[in-house]
């Protein structure tokens, strides 16, 4: 046998092969993308079984954390008799900061625009409270503070501490 014969029987060989190899391939593709997709959608269930817990759980905290950091609920376990208006101011700014580093990492668990709200109720909260001591006399103590920040939070028409609960209530309902 000559070369030219060698290699024309390896071309038709390989032609032959990889002829066959895309019909096996065309008539399999179905099955095996059926198979791809299952090993996916099992993958999706498993994950969702496992994150589901998680989601509910953080929704849980972002709604403690958002009654902690309510001003009512911040004043009652924060005041003591005779208390400054600066070391109040700082217990409330320490708690809000502190209760929402505690949480940061919910907002993986939640939609962007609840976390959004949360976080800018957060920053609305240390606002309100900064607001406050600026509007009273340097002499104030810890109740007029109470005193002023327990009336701007009577004179807002709806309570964002409250709406806020309510939309993380709406997100945890659209995981069901």
Same mark, same amino acid.
């Given at each position: 046998?000559?070369?030219?014969?060698?290699?024309?029987? #390896?071309?038709?060989?390989?032609?032959?092969?990889? !002829?066959?190899?895309?019909?096996?391939?065309?008539? !399999?593709?179905?099955?095996?993308?059926?198979?791809?997709?299952?090993?996916?959608?099992? !993958?999706?269930?498993?994950?969702?079984?496992?994150?589901? $817990? !998680?989601?509910?759980?953080? &929704?849980?905290?972002?709604?403690?954390?958002?009654?902690?950091?309510? $001003?009512?609920?911040?004043?009652?376990?924060? &005041?003591?008799?005779?208390?400054?208006?600066?070391?109040?101011?700082?217990?409330?700014?320490?708690?809000?900061?502190?209760?929402?580093? &505690?949480?940061?990492?919910?907002?993986?668990?939640?939609?962007?625009?609840?976390?959004?709200?949360?976080?800018?109720?957060?920053?609305?909260? #240390?606002?309100?409270?900064?607001?406050?001591?600026?509007?009273? $006399?340097?002499?104030?103590?810890?109740?007029?503070?109470?005193?002023?920040?327990?009336?701007?939070?009577?004179?807002?028409?709806?309570? $964002?501490?409250?709406?806020?609960?309510?939309?993380?209530?709406?997100?945890?309902?659209?995981?069901?």
């Amino acid at each position: 046998m000559n070369a030219q014969q060698i290699i024309t029987d #390896i071309v038709v060989l390989f032609t032959g092969i990889f !002829l066959s190899l895309l019909t096996i391939y065309y008539l !399999l593709k179905n099955d095996i993308q059926r198979f791809f997709n299952l090993k996916t959608i099992e !993958l999706n269930k498993e994950s969702k079984a496992h994150i589901l $817990p !998680l989601r509910l759980q953080a &929704h849980e905290r972002l709604i403690i954390f958002v009654d902690r950091i309510n $001003p009512a609920n911040l004043l009652v376990r924060l &005041h003591q008799q005779g208390i400054g208006i600066a070391t109040l101011q700082a217990g409330i700014l320490n708690e809000v900061r502190s209760e929402f580093q &505690h949480n940061i990492t919910q907002q993986l668990y939640v939609g962007s625009v609840t976390w959004n709200v949360v976080r800018k109720l957060k920053d609305d909260t #240390i606002a309100m409270i900064n607001n406050a001591v600026q509007g009273l $006399p340097s002499d104030a103590n810890g109740i007029e503070l109470s005193k002023a920040i327990l009336q701007h939070m009577a004179s807002i028409d709806e309570n $964002p501490y409250d709406l806020t609960i309510e939309l993380i209530k709406k997100d945890i309902e659209k995981l069901f």
